[in-house]
Each structure stands twice: as structure tokens, then as C-alpha cells.
């Protein structure tokens, strides 16, 4: 909270009257004591009971805080544990009407916020958050985050400042996201490196640096094109013109996913693209690993095991992220975010853009929302002599030995009823793959 100026009074502590001041902006720390042991000017306040009578309304924004940041959750403490003591407040308060909101309070999540902070049979007012404007694609990374070429896709080849889209790309990690910006920057003409058309963005930045280039990435008329920023920009952040959305990585959980999908362009009328970059090795994910009786299996987000503060990305990996990825039912996009959110509203399903998600089969190419080519090594040999690559077996081997036995016992079966058998003889499969095979080689 800013504590106003000479002019305007909040609270008279000697009349018990209130001050000039109607509003008050507060952060959820400013109610409780600092690490220090001290309470703030605010937190003394609220503990006034003098002033706690001219309170009238509470509005809680951002109210899925409570779970994500205020509850210890698998084995990790809690990133902002105030949200978790919002009830102390609610105690002080017991007369006083409170709103929360949030567009990402899925079923565990909201149980945890009515604990906390509404009365029972409160009014549930609820609008879908899907958004009809947004087109949603997954892409799989060549090899690794690591690998800067797999970001050429978001810069025009060759560069020109007129085919140059407005992005926002997300990165877990600062250092990864500052890197991807100076690549980006590189990539640009000479004359151009120099002009902010690439900034990255992450909390560690000075205040006057992140007012900067967050308000000129925020205006229409702004110079910077692509940001790449952290999940400072991913929440209560609203920007009218962003054309594409990317997470790089894989979403920490789901309302970490709609959070940072949700800042795609606004303005109806408008279509805008949100694409989740991610690694290979999320599609070697076993779901059956999440199965774990140490974990709750009503928490679509649970990794697959207790977190330690060493655990790597793929210990950390919520099950509702890799089941959005790996396509299980439901398979469309829109649809999985809306049952994941218990969304059953009118128009959850609904779009104008003209795709829904990639998942359709309906002719959705990624390519052709991208400003420049995705990054695809193996298509750059066309030159060289290489045999082509035959598709795997999906099916485990010892499935495999089963299938072809059932396979070898069908087709004696159709050899035995054959009337022309004795002149036309059964032949084994590994022979048959012989004879075709000298076939070919003739």
C-alpha cells in the first residue's frame, strides 16, 4: 500500500473518525508482522476496532493466491503464506461482506478459498474463462529449451519490422529468458539491435526498469515487439494487442497455464494465437506414475511424488500438464481447460477463430500463425542420401510376441479351410518377410 499524502488522512486515532481516504490498495503481507516481527501501519489499523467499524466491503482479487501461494503444497512450504491467514482477517471482520475473485479456481482450489474467507451459501457468480478469440496449439522443441534456434520461429526471415508480431513469451526460469532475449536480439539488422524491440522482464529488475518496458510493451504504439518475461507479467496484467502467447516449458499447473494464456489480445474482433513450447521428454511421461497413495488423487496438479528443494523439472511436473500435453481425453484443448475448471457455462466451448485448438485434425498448421519458420534440423538434409526413417513400434515387445502368435494362428486357421492348400503351402511369417525383402533388393 502507498501511504498517501500530507494532504489526505486515512484514519484520526485521537477522534476515532475516518479520514479522507476511501480506498485502500493492500498487499495481503501488510496485515500481518514482517519476518522482523513488526507490524506495518495498515496492520496496526486493522486491528483497530474503531477502524475495523468503517470498513463496509472486502474484495479479494487474484483469490486462487490462497491455495497456490498460502497453502503448503507437496512437501513444499508456502511462496507467500499471508494469503493462507486471510481467515485471521476474516475473524476480525465477521459482519463484513466479501467478494473474491479469480478466473482459475477449479474444484480443489475453491474449497480452500470458501474455507477461508466466504460464509456457506454464498452467491456463486461464474463466466466462462476460455476466451472465443484464442486459438490453443502445443509444439514439441527440438532436443531442449537450451537450444536457441527453436526460438527463430518468432522473429520474420528475413527480418522485417512490418511482418514482426507483438509476443509475450513466458520462461520458469530468468536466466533462460534473458538468454532467449539476447539471441533474439542478435538475429536483428545491425541497425536495429539497439532499438528495445526485445527486452526480457523478471522481478529482480530495478522498478524504474520494469515501469519501463512494461508500459511500453503495454502500448499499442510501443516499441518493443517481443517480450520475454517471467510470471511477473502473468497475472491481473491485461495487454490489448498481444498477438502470441508462448510458455516455454512445461506449465507449472493448470491455472499457472490459463494465468499466462489469458494475456493473449483482448479486443474482440481480434485473434490471437496461445502455444506451449515444450521438451521431448514430456511425452515419455508415464501418467500411471501420478498414481502414488502419498499424494491426493482429488489434485489434478499433484507431481507424481513428494517435492524436495533439489527436485528437478520432471519431478515437478503436475499431472494436469502432462495430460494436456500428451492429448488424454479430453483431447481438445478448450474442452480440457473447461473440465479441468468445472467450466459448464453456455459458451465455454465456443470460438470465432478459425480453430478451436490443434487437436481436430482439421487442416490447424502451427507454421501458419508463426512469423517466421519453426526450427526443423532434420528437413535441412534434403541433399544428402539418407535412407528414410521407419515409424517404431508403439507396442511393447513382449505385446508384440502375443500379436503375432494370435497372427500365426489366424492365418493357419485360413490355411486349413483354404481349398487349393495342398497345392498353395503356408509359409511362416519370417519367411515371408524373407521373400518379400529379395523381392525388393530385385
Known sequence: MRWPSPTSTIFNSKTKTPGTVKHFIVTTEQMFKSKEGYLTRFGHLIRTLAFRKTIRRVFVDEAHFIYFAGTPRYNVPAFRPSWGRLNEIKILLPSIPWQVLTATSPPHVLSVIETAVLKP????????SNRPNTIYAT???????????????????????????????????????????????????????????????????????????????????????????????????DFADVDIVGYMGIPQDECDDLQRGGRVIRRMGKIGLYVIFYEPWVLDVDIKDFDNPLMDEKDP?????????????????ALSAIRLIQGHEPVCIREFKAKYLKDDAPDALHYFAPFCCDRHGNGFELQDFLPGPIYRPHTETSTSKRKPVRG????????????????????????????????????????RHQSLKQRDQV
Not at 510501443?222 to 507479467?233: F, M, V
Open 139 to 237: 509444439h514439441c522443441m527440438v532436443k531442449s529449451l537450451d537450444v536457441m534456434e527453436n526460438y527463430d520461429c518468432f522473429l520474420p526471415s528475413p527480418f522485417d519490422i512490418k511482418l514482426q508480431k507483438k509476443i509475450l513469451l513466458f520462461f520458469n526460469d530468468r536466466n533462460l529468458g534473458r538468454r532467449v532475449a539476447s539471441y533474439l536480439n542478435g538475429k536483428l539488422p545491425e541497425n536495429l539491435k539497439s532499438q528495445d524491440l526485445i527486452k526480457h522482464y523478471d522481478s529482480i529488475m530495478s522498478p524504474q526498469y520494469l515501469e519501463k518496458y512494461h508500459s511500453d510493451f503495454a502500448r499499442e504504439d510501443g516499441k518493443c515487439k517481443i517480450l520475454c518475461a517471467t510470471s511477473a507479467e502473468a497475472v491481473g496484467i
Open 301 to 317: 496438479d499433484r507431481p507424481r511424488a513428494p517435492l524436495k528443494p533439489t527436485s528437478n523439472k520432471k519431478e515437478r511436473a
Open 121 to 128: 451459501n454464498y452467491e456463486l457468480i461464474r463466466i466462462t
Open 392 to 431: 517404431k513400434y508403439r507396442l511393447p515387445k513382449a505385446h508384440r510376441v502375443i500379436l503375432q502368435q494370435h497372427l500365426e494362428d489366424w492365418r493357419q486357421m485360413e490355411h486349413e479351410a483354404d481349398v487349393l492348400k495342398s497345392v498353395r503351402p503356408l509359409r511362416s511369417f519370417d519367411e
